[in-house]
């Protein structure tokens, strides 16, 4: 049974930073693709980033230099480090596990709130 299970949401000022984790289960995780996306009240779910299988990594270009991603294959976990957030980052935020250009799994997500 895949589980995807992220952590680390909270609320913050803004211009403050936050880590996001998410643990992997029952998946050979070093060879999969993760991803990192958000859903903002009232707004469409949105891409923040993807971490190859290798460590390459995209990021939406509105939050280069802000947020990036990592992961650590020893422990089944990718990471997002979201720093300089503003209230406009307020969302939830969700890990998926892809195949392709496929999410094949999603976690429940973790909820970031930026106040300003």
């Known amino acids: 049974q895949v589980q995807l299970v992220e952590s680390g949401g909270g609320l913050v000022q803004a211009g403050g930073s936050l880590r996001l984790s998410c643990a992997a289960s029952?998946?050979?995780?070093?060879?999969?693709?993760m991803g990192w996306y958000r859903q903002a009240p009232g707004k469409e779910r949105e891409l923040v980033g993807i971490i190859s299988s290798g460590g390459s990594t995209y990021s939406r270009d509105s939050l280069k230099g802000r947020f990036t991603i990592s992961r650590d294959n020893a422990k089944n976990t990718v990471y997002l480090q979201m720093n300089s957030l503003k209230p406009e980052d307020t969302a939830v935020y969700y890990c998926?596990?892809?195949?392709?250009?496929?999410?094949?799994?999603w976690g429940q997500g973790t909820q970031v709130t930026v106040s300003s």
């Open positions: 029952g998946l050979t995780f070093s060879s999969r693709a």
């Open positions: 998926t596990a892809r195949t392709g250009g496929t999410n094949d799994y």
